[in-house]
């Protein structure tokens, strides 16, 4: 197969940066769990699927990352994992944390990690998996807001669901995010009666803390520090809600990386304010879809849920006028009924996430 450097370089690049996500959260992940010494920690477990006959987390981990696993901990090798004394969470542990020799002295590594993830240490000689993993993100992230700057004119708003989620994936990264989420959400927490005066270069002014000003909600309070984690946490669900519903990508869609780059040219305001005003408003309109989806989804098909469902582009009607697609039929066709009958096919009618408002 012919490769085109122009168009498959690109794609190429663009497959890696969005795996290389998965990759560190999945290695992070690994490494936090693995120093946990606790009964919930992995750091005494062995890799496989019950050890000391109940189910085992650091064995269900390497499963679902697509290993196949020994079944016990009994010494029995029936998979290509090892599980053994030798290789517990604690070895995995020390496995991570070794050098790699390519990077003996490199100048760039020196340079990045110093400055951006070790501030003020001196340089390394010898640097690991995640001192790489680090710098190869924080350049990743650097690459998404630059993107946003070619888009700051972009005057489309985002009106499905899938654009709602796009818009909500590239928010970090766009340049009127701080102002957003440090400024603009500081004046929902500002109490006139809690202020107190501080010098600040040489100027005396007048300040709050914002963690002595919680707002007053039931069932608990809402705090500053909470609302910034907050709508850290709902932009990064919306690129894990996108990957898992429309997957990584590929060549003739979009890929999973293009969901952070503003790729579609949708509009952000410019002030901070104006930014929270229109992310308030896009949480309005998401919560109920996606509260559906999940309510559908919980049910099964024989009571008109979507639970049994398949959905994607190679899920046929189940009235389609000719015979030349696979069989037997999928489960979950769309029969144009509300509900099914005993002793039919289970009846779904999958919505599109491209087009669902």
């Known amino acids: 197969m012919d490769f085109a450097w122009e168009a498959d370089g690109k794609n190429c690049a663009k497959t890696f940066f969005t ?15 693995c120093e946990d010494a606790t009964k919930y920690g992995w750091k005494n477990k062995k890799i496989c699927k019950t050890q000391k006959g109940t189910g085992n987390s650091l064995g269900a981990f390497f499963e ?8 016990e901990d009994n010494g029995k090798q029936d998979a290509e994992l090892q599980c053994k004394e030798s290789m517990k969470g604690s070895d995995l542990l020390v496995k991570l944390a070794e050098s790699l020799t390519d990077t003996y002295n490199n100048a760039h590594l020196n340079t990045c990690v110093k400055e951006k993830h070790h501030e003020g240490q001196k340089a390394k000689t010898l640097y690991d998996l ?20 070619s888009t700051l004119s972009a005057t489309k708003s985002p009106c499905s669901i899938f654009e709602i989620l796009v818009w909500m994936s590239g928010l970090p990264h766009h340049p009127v995010f701080t102002d957003m989420r440090d400024v603009a959400v500081t004046d929902l927490f500002e109490d ?22 919680p707002i ?9 520090n909470h609302t910034q984690a907050a709508v850290t946490h709902m932009c990064s669900q919306a690129y894990d809600l996108l990957v898992c519903i429309l997957g990584t990508g590929d060549a003739e869609t979009i ?20 930014c929270l005003q229109m992310f308030l408003e896009i949480l309005r309109r998401l919560l109920p879809t996606l509260r559906y989806l999940e309510t559908m989804c919980s049910y099964p098909a024989s009571i008109g849920g979507w639970s049994q469902c398949r959905y994607g582009k190679d899920v046929k009607p189940a009235k389609w006028p000719c015979d030349e697609h696979p069989k037997p039929e999928p489960r979950g ?25």
């Open 192 to 213: 006139p009666k809690k202020k107190m005066k501080e010098v600040i270069d040489g100027v005396e002014m007048e300040v709050t803390d914002m963690s002595t000003v």
């Open 333 to 357: 066709q769309p029969k144009g009924q509300a509900t099914c009958q005993a002793n039919t096919e289970p009846n779904c009618q999958p919505k599109s996430l491209y087009k669902a408002t």
């Open 216 to 224: 007053k909600a039931h069932p608990n309070s809402i705090t500053f």
């Open 19 to 33: 795996l290389l996500n998965i990759v560190y959260e999945d290695m992070a992940t690994l490494k936090k769990r």
């Open 255 to 274: 890929y999973g990386v293009d969901f952070c780059t503003n790729s579609l040219k949708l509009k952000y305001p410019n002030r901070g304010a104006d």
């Open 130 to 149: 995640f001192d790489l993993l680090d710098c190869l993100l924080s350049h990743f992230n650097e690459y998404n807001e630059v993107c946003h700057y």
């Open 64 to 71: 679902r990352c697509g290993y196949r696993i020994p079944s």
